[in-house]
């Protein structure tokens, strides 16, 4: 049930049969996707080149240029881009190199992660608390949402933030902030009667300061469009507060509107950052690779989903290693890491080396890899080299990984300790349990056999010499 199918006559990982296997098929148009794979086609043809010429340079420029445009990146940065692309590319020491190739792909990747900002930029903190980090947006971003994502980031990072909303004007725009509040378990401002923003916003900053919070989350009022009435109260909260960031919270599926925006919120209130939701829809990228050039204001987070842990700080060169098909296997290395138990992992580790590896063993790795998010972003985080090529296309359906958990929670304890047992009338037992046919009952434990035959190869071999110390979820 964790195979991933290539296709009709792909193989399947991990039990390399060549029929499909449920419950995986093609991922749909997600962040990036058409972008990377047309700029991964540009740099692997130019690679394919025995000798790379100033034609074969023209001509990759121009397959970029066109890449970049229909990613609705701004026109001037994709000008600016490509010229220094080009200039650089042209330079003799790249076409008399014995791998020019490649050289110009370092080019581009070096080139794309200044494009995307450098380094990451972290969060500011005021020297004396609270710190407070004024959230601000079109209606619709995410605004609201992405407070509380953000405000669970610097719980987890041991920060003790306290939210506030004011937003007076949208219904139940308070109440929203308090349910995304409770499910975060971070503390939400709440002044019975108070219907004006500047006053909700003084009395949560006193009681910030008052009771021992270190942050102050302001979730301000948004627009269907920027106005001077909008922009009036942001400018006096901003007086009131000084915050020690402004971020713009802007949806990365409007493009250039996000560039926009960010144009004009910053010509008002001196943004410090913008944070980019919904990172994981059909985003063509062109917000992502044109916001920073455009007005000079670094990307801080990126959303990445719906759940409320979904946000992830924005790295520049790990997010150009997504796009050409290297990989970031850095983030997933700190996801695992914040995921996976380590003292489970060594526990793991050794019932792999003593072949004990159960069905409770593989319902709770199963577990501890649904912990990691979407399978299908797990994947695109893999390098797309050798074996591993066009993996980031590919999609487990996270309804039939909870197949798999209760058809394992169908079985008697001592069925899941000895699969051996298993025989015709407990399976039909087990499948009537679980809601589930016989047939996947049957192709669990199959694919369960299959894995575990080979993470005992695994375990003695590769992981347990080499990998021991990364804790990463078998």
Same mark, same amino acid.
């Given at each position: 049930?964790?195979?991933?199918?290539?296709?009709?006559?792909?193989?399947?990982?991990?039990?390399?049969?060549?029929?499909?296997?449920?419950?995986?098929?093609?991922?749909?148009?997600?962040?990036? #996707?058409?972008?990377?794979?047309?700029?991964? %086609?540009?740099?692997?043809?130019?690679?394919? #080149?025995?000798?790379?010429?100033?034609?074969?340079?023209?001509?990759?420029?121009?397959?970029?240029?066109?890449?970049?445009? #229909?990613?609705?990146? @701004?026109?001037?940065?994709?000008?600016?881009?490509?010229?220094?692309? &080009? #200039? $650089?590319?042209?330079?003799?020491?790249?076409?008399?190199?014995?791998?020019?190739?490649?050289?110009?792909?370092?080019?581009?990747?070096?080139?794309?992660?200044?494009?995307?900002?450098?380094?990451?930029?972290?969060?500011?903190?005021?020297?004396?608390?609270?710190?407070?980090?004024?959230?601000?947006?079109?209606?619709?971003?995410?605004?609201?949402?992405?407070?509380? /994502?953000?405000?669970?980031?610097?719980?987890? @990072?041991?920060?003790?933030?306290?939210?506030?909303?004011?937003?007076?004007?949208?219904?139940?725009?308070?109440?929203?902030?308090?349910?995304?509040? /409770?499910?975060?378990?971070?503390?939400? +401002?709440?002044?019975?009667?108070? @219907?004006?923003?500047?006053?909700?916003?003084?009395?949560?900053?006193?009681?910030?300061?008052?009771?021992?919070?270190?942050?102050?989350?302001? *979730?301000?009022?948004?627009?269907?469009?920027?106005?001077?009435?909008?922009?009036?109260?942001?400018?006096?909260?901003? /007086?009131?507060?000084?915050?020690?960031?402004?971020?713009?919270?802007? *949806?990365?599926?409007?493009?250039?509107?996000?560039?926009?925006?960010?144009?004009?919120?910053?010509?008002?209130?001196?943004?410090?950052?913008?944070? !980019?939701? %919904?990172?994981?829809?059909?985003?063509?990228?062109?917000?992502?690779?044109?916001? %920073?050039?455009?007005?000079?204001?670094?990307?801080?987070?990126?959303?990445?989903?719906?759940? +409320?842990?979904?946000?992830?700080?924005?790295?520049?060169?790990?997010?150009?290693?997504?796009?050409?098909?290297?990989?970031?296997?850095?983030?997933?290395?700190?996801?695992?890491?914040?995921?996976?138990?380590?003292?489970?992992?060594?526990?793991?580790?050794? %019932?792999?080396?003593?072949?004990?590896?159960?069905?409770? *063993?593989?319902?709770?790795?199963?577990?501890?890899?649904?912990? !990691?998010?979407?399978?299908?972003?797990?994947?695109?985080?893999?390098?797309?080299?050798?074996?591993? &090529?066009?993996?980031?296309?590919?999609?487990?359906?996270?309804?039939?990984?909870?197949?798999? =958990?209760?058809?394992?929670?169908?079985?008697?304890?001592?069925?899941?300790?000895?699969?051996?047992?298993?025989?015709?009338?407990?399976?039909?037992?087990?499948?009537?349990?679980?809601?589930?046919?016989?047939? =996947?009952?049957?192709?669990?434990?199959? $694919? +369960?056999?299959?894995?575990?035959?080979?993470?005992?190869?695994?375990?003695?071999?590769?992981?347990?010499?080499?990998?021991?110390?990364?804790?990463?979820?078998?």
């Amino acid at each position: 049930m964790l195979s991933v199918s290539y296709g009709r006559h792909g193989p399947c990982f991990p039990c390399e049969s060549f029929r499909p296997c449920f419950p995986c098929h093609k991922i749909e148009s997600s962040m990036l #996707e058409s972008l990377s794979d047309k700029l991964q %086609k540009v740099l692997r043809d130019l690679k394919g #080149e025995g000798h790379v010429s100033e034609r074969h340079i023209e001509e990759a420029m121009r397959q970029i240029r066109i890449a970049l445009l #229909e990613a609705d990146v @701004n026109f001037k940065v994709v000008k600016d881009f490509v010229a220094r692309v &080009k #200039e $650089q590319s042209l330079g003799q020491e790249v076409l008399k190199s014995l791998t020019p190739g490649q050289q110009v792909v370092k080019i581009v990747r070096d080139r794309l992660v200044e494009l995307l900002g450098s380094q990451a930029v972290p969060v500011q903190y005021a020297k004396v608390p609270p710190t407070v980090l004024m959230m601000v947006g079109l209606q619709g971003s995410g605004k609201t949402t992405t407070t509380g /994502k953000l405000a669970l980031w610097l719980q987890k @990072n041991g920060r003790r933030p306290l939210m506030v909303s004011t937003d007076v004007y949208r219904p139940a725009a308070l109440e929203q902030l308090s349910v995304i509040g /409770k499910a975060v378990e971070v503390p939400v +401002y709440d002044g019975p009667g108070q @219907n004006d923003a500047i006053e909700r916003a003084r009395q949560a900053f006193q009681q910030a300061r008052n009771t021992g919070y270190d942050t102050l989350l302001v *979730d301000t009022a948004g627009r269907l469009h920027i106005d001077d009435t909008l922009m009036v109260e942001l400018e006096r909260l901003h /007086k009131l507060l000084d915050p020690k960031e402004v971020l713009l919270v802007a *949806d990365a599926m409007t493009g250039q509107d996000a560039v926009n925006s960010a144009s004009q919120f910053d010509q008002r209130l001196a943004l410090t950052g913008v944070i !980019l939701t %919904k990172m994981d829809g059909d985003a063509r990228g062109g917000a992502a690779l044109s916001i %920073k050039s455009v007005t000079g204001k670094p990307i801080k987070f990126i959303g990445v989903g719906e759940k +409320y842990d979904a946000i992830e700080i924005f790295h520049p060169d790990r997010m150009a290693g997504r796009i050409l098909g290297m990989g970031d296997v850095l983030s997933l290395i700190e996801k695992a890491e914040e995921a996976v138990d380590e003292e489970n992992a060594e526990e793991m580790l050794e %019932k792999l080396r003593r072949d004990e590896f159960s069905l409770e *063993d593989f319902r709770d790795q199963l577990r501890q890899i649904r912990k !990691l998010g979407p399978i299908e972003q797990i994947l695109g985080m893999l390098p797309q080299i050798g074996p591993l &090529k066009g993996i980031d296309k590919l999609r487990v359906d996270e309804k039939e990984l909870g197949h798999v =958990e209760a058809i394992i929670n169908s079985m008697t304890p001592r069925e899941r300790r000895n699969y051996k047992i298993i025989n015709g009338s407990r399976r039909k037992r087990i499948a009537q349990g679980s809601g589930r046919p016989v047939s =996947e009952v049957n192709r669990l434990l199959k $694919q +369960y056999m299959q894995a575990r035959k080979m993470m005992k190869q695994v375990g003695k071999g590769f992981l347990g010499k080499r990998l021991p110390k990364l804790n990463f979820p078998i």
